[in-house]
C-alpha cells in the first residue's frame, strides 16, 4: 500500500483543455500530450512517444460519393464506410484483374479470399479512414447481427441456438467469432475481402463496426472520502467483541472488469511495489486473472484497467480479486456470469463468487438509454447484470464521461422525407426570419472548431479519430417494429479551389463520409448509426494553419454533423454523441448516461474533484430516458440517476499523481467502500446466519436453505445501498440542488460522524427485518422495538 507522507497535499491539478482522451474514458482519465503548436497554451505539455508508424493513407478524394448497394449482401453493411470499403476493394482488385470481392467471397472454403493481399485490404482500410482500433491488419472487428424477431430473441434456448449456429459457420470458415450470451448478435474479425460473403449468409440482419466498451499511489479519493471513518464502524461498542476489527475487506470477494496492461510485466511490478494483490502460499486465490477471447490477459496494453484496481486494493486491502480483461461485449457478459454464478442463462449455481462487481466502462448509444437492452445487442450485458442483482451482488458502474459530448432533441417535424435536423430550434435572424442550423460543428476546447487531422504515428491516429454515434426511440419492442429511418453524415470545411486565378469551386462544406443503415421494419434492424473515421491530411484547411503539432499532425481540419431523416412524418427523440476529443458546439449534458450505467439494477457513481468536491464538467448526467429511448419527464420511478458521487483527479503508480480522472476513477472508490459497507452490514446481522444443514438434508432442506440464503444475500446488499445513500445525502453532502438531482445523485460518499447512525437506519428498515433477530412479544421493559430504532437512527443520521 502506498503512503502519505505528512506533506501529502490532497489538492489536485484541474483538468488540461484539450488534453483528454485517447482511446477509453481517458478522456478524463489521465493528461495527455499537448497537441497544439509551439508556444500555444499547451505546448508546455509532454511531447507523446510514439507507439510506431502510421500506415502511409492514400489521400480521400476531395468529393465523397455516398456508396450505393449492388445486391442484397452489400445492404446489410449499411450504405457508409463498410460498404464503401467492400466497394473500393473489388474496384481495386478489378483493377489489378484479380476479380471482384464478391467473387472472392463467395468461394469461402477455398483459398480464393487471399487473392486480394492483405496488403491491398490494409490499404483500403486505411482510404475510407476506418480506425486502427477497429482493425487486426486486414481484419476488420464487426458485430454481426442476427436476423431474429423480438419473440425470438425473447427465447432464451432459441436465441442461443441460432448465435450458436451462426458462430460455428464462422468458425468452419476459419474466421474469429464469439458469441454475446443472451444478445442476437456475434463479434467478429473477418477480413474485409471476406465481409460481403459474411452479410450474405442468411441468418444475419447487419454488419456493423465492433460495439467496444469504452473505459471511462495511495489514492486521494480514499482520504476524501474519509475512508478512515468508514474503517472505524467495523469496531461499533454494540457488536460482539469477537467480530470487531477495522474495515479492510476480510471474507469478500469483489470483480473488476476493465481493460488491463500486462505487455511488458506490468503487473508483476505493481505487485512487488505492494500496489496489487498477490498469491501467496497462505492465501493461493487472492487474485485471479481472467484472459479475453482474443488475446493474453492485458494484450491491448491498457493500463486502465492497472489503475483501477489498484483504488480498490488501497480501500479493501484483505479482499480478494476476480479480474477480468474485458475490452468485448462477449467477455464482459462472460465475466459478470462467472463472478455472479450464473450459468449462459443466467440461473443461479449457487452463492456469487464475488459480492462485489464494479466496471469503470460502457457504451454510448447501443441500447434505449431506458434502464432496459430491448432490441438492441446489449441486452445479454442487462440480462446478466439483473440476473447477478437478483443472486444478490451488488454492481456498480460509472455513470460516464460524455456530458460535455453529447446532444439530444427532437426530430425536426414535417411530412417530407429527407429533412435536414436543425439543431437550434427557435433561431432567427436580425428581421426574425428562422434561420436553420442543420449542421453541428466538431471543437476541441481551447482550438475552437480546428480539429488535428493527419497524424504522424499510431498512438496519435488513435487520439484524433473521430467517433460519432445517432440513436433514436424506435427499438423493437413486443409492441413496436424499427422503421423510422435516418442517415448520419459527417461533413468538413473544404478551401476554395482556385485555377489561374479565378475560383472553380468556392470554399464550403462538403460530404466526408456517412452512416446509413437500414431501418424499414425488418428483424434485427436497429435504430443506430455510427460513423467512425480516422481523418486523413487530405481534409485539412488553411483556416486551421498552425494550429496544431507540426510533428505529430498534417494540420487542422474543421468538421460537422448533419442529421437527415428519411421517413417522412416520423417523430422521434435523437441523441448524439461524440468519442475522442471532439465535442459538439450545440451540446447537451442532461441526459448522458452511457450503457448500462441506466440500469436499475446498478449503481451509478458521478466525479467529483478531490479537492473541492465540484461536479466534474464531462460527468455524465442523468436521468433515463423514457421506455423505448424516448424524451423522460423527470426522474424514473424506482431509478433516479446517478445514485451518488466520488472523487476523481487521483494518485495512482499506472498513471502517475493527480492524474487519474474521469468517472472511471470515482466508481473503484465507491465500489471498495460498498465492499467494506456490505463487511459492516454483516457483522450488524450475524445473529442471523443461517445454520449449515446436517450431512442428511433432504433437496427441500437444501433448495429452502439455498433460497434462504439467496433472499439474505439481496437483503444484506440493498441495505448496504442504503445505508451509503443515507450517508451521501447527509453530513454536508447533499452537493448541488437541494436533494436529489441528475448530477449527483443523492450526493457525495463521504463518511461523517453520523455514519453509523446512517447504517443501522438501514438495518432497521421493515424491508430488512429478516436480517436481525425476533423480537420478544411483549417487548422486556424499556427495550425499543426495531421500528423505534429505525426512527431513532435515521434522526441521528441526518443531524448535522
Known amino acids: 500500500m502506498k503512503k502519505i507522507s505528512s506533506s501529502k497535499k490532497f489538492a489536485v491539478i484541474g483538468l488540461a483543455a484539450a488534453c483528454a482522451t485517447v482511446l477509453m474514458w481517458s478522456r478524463q482519465d489521465t493528461q495527455q500530450p499537448a497537441i497544439g503548436a509551439p508556444g500555444d497554451a499547451l505546448a508546455s505539455a509532454a511531447v507523446a512517444k510514439a507507439s510506431g508508424a502510421l500506415p502511409g493513407a492514400t489521400m480521400r478524394p476531395v468529393a465523397f460519393a455516398a456508396p450505393t448497394p449492388r445486391n442484397d449482401a452489400q445492404s446489410k453493411l449499411g450504405a457508409g464506410q463498410l460498404l464503401e470499403a467492400v466497394q473500393l476493394l473489388s474496384q481495386t482488385q478489378a483493377a489489378a484483374g484479380a476479380g471482384s470481392s464478391a467473387a472472392v467471397g463467395a468461394k469461402r472454403g477455398s483459398a480464393a479470399h487471399s487473392a486480394a493481399t492483405a496488403a491491398q485490404q490494409i490499404a483500403v482500410l486505411d482510404r475510407v479512414g476506418i480506425p486502427l482500433r477497429y482493425r487486426d491488419g486486414e481484419k476488420v472487428k464487426v458485430n454481426v447481427d442476427l436476423a431474429l424477431t423480438y419473440e425470438q430473441v425473447q427465447n432464451p434456448s432459441l436465441l442461443d441456438r441460432a448465435t450458436s449456429s451462426l458462430r460455428e459457420t464462422l468458425l468452419a470458415a476459419g474466421l474469429q467469432a464469439q458469441q454475446i450470451n443472451g444478445s442476437p448478435s456475434i463479434e467478429a474479425s473477418v477480413p474485409l475481402a471476406r465481409l460481403e460473403w459474411v452479410a450474405s449468409l442468411q441468418p444475419v440482419a447487419q454488419v456493423s463496426l465492433l460495439a467496444m466498451p469504452d473505459t471511462a499511489a495511495f489514492t486521494d479519493g480514499a482520504g476524501a472520502s474519509n475512508l478512515d471513518q468508514l474503517r ?33 510485466g506490468q503487473i508483476k511490478a505493481l505487485q512487488d511495489a505492494g500496489e496489487w494483490p498477490v498469491n501467496t502460499a497462505a492465501v493461493t486465490d487472492k487474485v485471479t486473472l481472467f484472459k479475453p477471447a482474443a488475446g493474453a490477459f492485458g494484450y491491448t496494453g491498457q493500463k486502465h484497467g492497472n489503475a483501477v484496481v489498484e483504488i480498490v486494493y488501497d480501500i479493501a486491502p484483505e479482499a480478494k480479486f476476480r479480474v477480468y480483461d474485458a475490452g468485448q461485449t462477449a467477455d464482459w457478459v462472460k465475466g459478470i456470469q462467472d463472478a455472479a454464478n450464473l450459468n449462459a442463462l443466467n440461473e443461479p449455481q449457487g452463492e456469487p463468487r464475488a459480492q462485489v462487481l464494479t466496471a469503470s466502462q460502457g457504451m454510448a448509444l447501443y441500447a434505449p438509454g431506458d434502464g432496459t437492452g430491448t432490441g438492441s445487442n446489449l441486452k445479454g450485458l442487462y440480462d446478466a447484470i439483473e440476473a447477478a442483482a437478483r443472486n444478490g451482488v451488488l454492481i456498480l458502474n460509472a455513470a460516464g464521461n460524455e456530458a460535455q459530448v453529447h446532444w439530444d432533441g427532437d426530430s425536426t417535424a414535417g411530412a417530407v422525407a429527407n429533412t435536414l435536423q ?129 510533428t505529430r499532425f498534417a494540420g487542422g481540419g474543421k468538421f460537422g454533423v448533419k442529421v437527415v431523416r428519411k421517413t417522412a412524418n416520423a417523430s422521434n427523440f435523437l441523441r448524439l454523441m461524440s468519442g475522442g476529443l471532439h465535442n459538439f458546439l450545440y451540446g447537451e449534458a442532461e441526459r448522458s448516461l452511457v450503457h448500462p450505467a441506466d440500469s436499475a439494477s446498478v449503481i451509478t457513481v458521478a466525479a467529483l474533484d478531490a479537492a473541492t468536491s465540484n461536479l466534474e464538467a464531462y ?54 467502500l460498498a465492499l467494506l459497507g456490505l463487511q459492516h452490514q454483516r457483522q450488524l446481522t450475524n445473529a442471523t446466519v443461517p445454520a449449515p444443514l446436517p450431512a442428511n438434508a433432504t433437496a427441500q432442506q437444501k433448495a429452502e436453505r439455498t433460497a434462504l440464503l439467496r433472499q439474505r444475500n439481496v437483503n444484506l446488499s440493498d441495505a448496504t445501498y442504503d445505508a451509503l445513500t443515507y450517508v451521501s445525502s447527509t453530513g454536508g453532502n447533499d452537493l448541488g440542488v437541494a436533494g436529489f438531482d441528475s448530477s449527483y445523485g443523492n450526493g457525495r460518499l463521504k463518511f461523517h460522524l453520523n455514519s453509523e447512525a446512517c447504517f443501522l437506519s438501514a438495518t432497521y428498515d421493515a424491508r430488512y427485518r429478516s436480517l436481525l433477530p425476533a423480537q420478544a412479544a411483549p417487548l422486556p421493559a424499556g427495550q425499543k422495538t426495531y421500528e423505534q430504532l429505525r426512527t431513532d437512527n435515521s434522526t441521528a443520521c441526518a443531524a448535522q
Do not use: M
Not at 235 to 241: F, G, T
Not at 245 to 252: A, M, V, W
Not at 496 to 520: C, K, L, M
Open 232 to 264: 472505524s464502524l467495523g469496531n461499533y461498542d454494540q457488536l460482539a467483541a469477537g467480530l470487531r476489527r477495522d474495515l479492510n475487506g476480510e471474507g469478500l470477494t469483489i470483480a473488476v472488469f476493465d481493460q488491463f496492461a500486462n505487455t511488458s
Open 422 to 550: 436543425d439543431f437550434v430550434v427557435g433561431n432567427v435572424d436580425a428581421n426574425g426570419a428562422a434561420i436553420a442550423d442543420t449542421i453541428n460543428p466538431l471543437r476541441i476546447d481551447g482550438f475552437g472548431e480546428c480539429v488535428p487531422v493527419g497524424a504522424k504515428n499510431a498512438a496519435d491516429a488513435n487520439l484524433i479519430a473521430i467517433d460519432l454515434w445517432l440513436g433514436w426511440n424506435d427499438w423493437t419492442s413486443a409492441n413496436n417494429t424499427t422503421n423510422a429511418d435516418y442517415r448520419l453524415e459527417l461533413v468538413r470545411w473544404a478551401d476554395a479551389v482556385t485555377r489561374n486565378g479565378r475560383v472553380v469551386t468556392p470554399a464550403g462544406w462538403v460530404a466526408v463520409t456517412q452512416s446509413d443503415n437500414a431501418q424499414a421494419g425488418a428483424a434485427g434492424q436497429q435504430p443506430l448509426e455510427r460513423i467512425s473515421l480516422q481523418p486523413s491530411s487530405a481534409t485539412k484547411t488553411t483556416a486551421c494553419n498552425n494550429v496544431f503539432n507540426a
Open 619 to 672: 460527468s455524465s448526467r442523468g436521468p433515463v430516458l423514457a421506455a423505448g429511448g424516448a424524451r423522460p419527464n423527470g426522474q424514473a420511478a424506482g431509478n433516479a440517476k446517478p445514485d451518488l458521487a466520488n472523487f476523481a483527479n487521483v494518485d495512482t503508480v499506472s498513471y502517475g499523481d493527480n492524474t487519474f480522472n474521469g468517472t472511471s476513477s470515482a466508481t473503484p472508490h465507491v465500489a471498495a
